[in-house]
């Protein structure tokens, strides 16, 4: 499966931003989908997951209440819905798929990978 992350640009703090993560092929339903992000000279961090139904969730402490994912699997389709950001949720957003149904939070264990996708914050 290939992915496509986009929606990042800029957002005043406490604004919204709704993230897209388009998936090619037929098997999009398979794979579960995580979103990860990333600032310089930090590693890739989990934000948040849900499984190939669309059906369970999860999502990092930092994130929770605030950060809503969804998915449409007849649009190959999954998203990020991110409300009352702060300056510290900059980053560059990527979306990833993985396989497995077991829930990881490690990047290590998700197959596929978009490109990334720009947030900043201004305060």
């Known amino acids: 499966v290939q992915l496509q992350a986009s929606g990042g640009g800029l957002a005043q703090a406490g604004g919204s931003l709704r993230l897209s993560c388009a998936a090619s092929?037929?098997?999009?339903?398979?794979?579960?989908i995580g979103w990860f992000r990333q600032v310089p000279g930090k590693e890739r961090e989990f934000v948040a997951r849900?499984?190939?139904?669309?059906?369970?969730?999860y999502y990092a402490d930092s994130v929770k209440g605030r950060f809503t994912i969804s998915r449409d699997n007849a649009k190959n389709t999954a998203y990020l819905q991110m409300n009352s950001l702060n300056p510290e949720d900059a980053a560059v957003y990527y979306c990833?798929?993985?396989?497995?149904?077991?829930?990881?939070?490690?990047?290590?264990?998700?197959?596929?990978w978009g490109q990334g996708t720009q947030v900043t914050v201004s305060s």
């Open positions: 092929g037929r098997t999009f339903s398979t794979y579960a």
């Open positions: 990833a798929a993985d396989w497995n149904t077991v829930m990881t939070t490690s990047p290590t264990g998700y197959e596929y």
């Open positions: 849900i499984s190939r139904s669309g059906g369970v969730t």
